[in-house]
């Protein structure tokens, strides 16, 4: 028997990016006896009960065969409801994609050709540069730190003939803050301007702690939104997302949707039905509690934009690269994330405060003590 080298079957196209280190985080956790694990993009609260029983009675009742491509009708239907009573467009068509990620995948795919540009704001949420070079797109990166907020003149100046999209995403993974009403019509007219499409990251749009949220859809009709139920009902591991947007863009994503995820998980699609109708609003407060006692924990000791939703804060690492001082925190048994995962500078890391308030006690304590 011959051994040929496994490595020469590997595509090219996966050389370019790294394993998540995020990943790397999990694993590390899983090797700890108690860990304040505050890297976690994850609510710390359970799918609620009823939400678990309509799971559970959509798989006893067999609803277990594939649903439509698009999703199943009942959701489509009420999601569509909500979204037209919202924007108002002539022209918004949405549809179930498995879990958000999925829906960025299909974005992806089906609107990016190799060589197009697409633009993304530094930090950002760390799956978008892989997916663009996945599909032979060019990331072109706008520095927004330190104030991580939008600067409209370097969006402006960044385009080229060859850009295609913009990524955007309030609020954002990982620094928490939310766009302010201004960015997001500046972008909106911008992309609308210039004939470039526009992607609204929107997983976090129910934890918004500062007034109403808002989409940049609601100053250009042509918006794509991506949005879901992992992060709103703790839903992570169930992949049921949704993408709404001009009819020909969701068709096309449809389209490549049945040669790859086939459909979100039916019986979860059917649950996310009855989630809909139930009111999480206190768990949000919750998250709005837990932000403004981090942001009270670490005032006075470290930098950092407030978060005006998410549950994350972004805060400056005190000396040295963020990738030393998470060595530090480590060493204490505190999990967090370095920011060179999110961007390419390496000054600042990851909190998530979607973690238990005793868990959160001890992880400022540890932070104190390391400034």
């Known amino acids: 028997m011959s051994h040929h080298d496994a490595n020469a079957w590997i595509a090219k196209r996966t050389l370019s990016f790294d394993s998540s280190g995020i990943r790397k985080m999990f694993a590390l956790a899983a090797t700890m006896k108690n860990p304040i694990n505050l890297s976690i993009g994850l609510p710390d609260f359970d799918v609620p009960a009823p939400i678990r029983e309509s799971a559970c009675d959509a798989i006893h009742s067999g609803k277990n065969a594939y ?23 002539d022209d918004r068509s949405v549809f179930i994609s498995s879990g958000t990620s999925g829906g960025l995948v299909l974005a992806m795919l089906a609107m990016v050709d190799p060589g197009d540009e697409v633009i993304v704001f530094d930090p950002y949420f760390v799956m978008y540069v892989p997916l663009i070079q996945l599909v032979g797109g060019v990331p072109v990166l706008i520095d927004t730190h330190p104030t991580f907020r939008i600067d409209l003149d370097r969006v402006r100046s960044a385009i080229t003939p060859k850009t295609k999209m913009v990524l955007f995403n309030s609020p954002c993974n990982p620094t928490g803050v939310a766009a302010s009403v201004e960015e997001m019509r500046g972008i909106a007219e911008l992309c609308d301007k210039h004939g470039i499409a526009l992607i609204s990251d929107e997983i976090y749009s129910r934890f918004h702690f500062d007034g109403p949220v808002r989409s940049p859809a609601e100053f250009n009709p042509q918006t794509i939104v991506i949005d879901g139920f992992s992060k709103s009902h703790a839903m992570t591991g169930w992949r049921v997302g949704y993408v709404h947007g001009p009819d020909a863009i969701i068709q096309s994503m449809v389209k490549l949707q049945q040669y790859s995820f086939v459909c979100a998980p039916t019986p ?93 006690e001890r992880g400022i304590e540890v932070l104190r003590s390391l400034v």
């Open 268 to 360: 979860l699609q059917h649950a996310a039905l009855a989630a809909m109708d139930f009111d999480m609003t206190h768990h949000y407060m919750d998250y709005r509690r837990k932000r403004d006692r981090i942001v009270a924990g670490l005032r006075g000791y470290y930098e950092f934009v407030e978060p005006g939703g998410a549950f994350y804060i972004y805060p400056k690492a005190p000396s040295g690269t963020a990738t030393e001082f998470v060595a530090r925190c480590i060493e204490k048994e505190l999990l967090v994330i370095p920011g060179k995962i999110f961007s390419k500078h390496d000054t600042h890391f990851r909190i998530s405060f979607a973690a238990s308030d005793a868990m959160l």
């Open 67 to 89: 649903s439509q491509t698009q999703g199943i009708a009942p959701l489509i239907d009420k999601l569509k409801g909500e979204i037209q009573s919202q924007y108002k467009h």
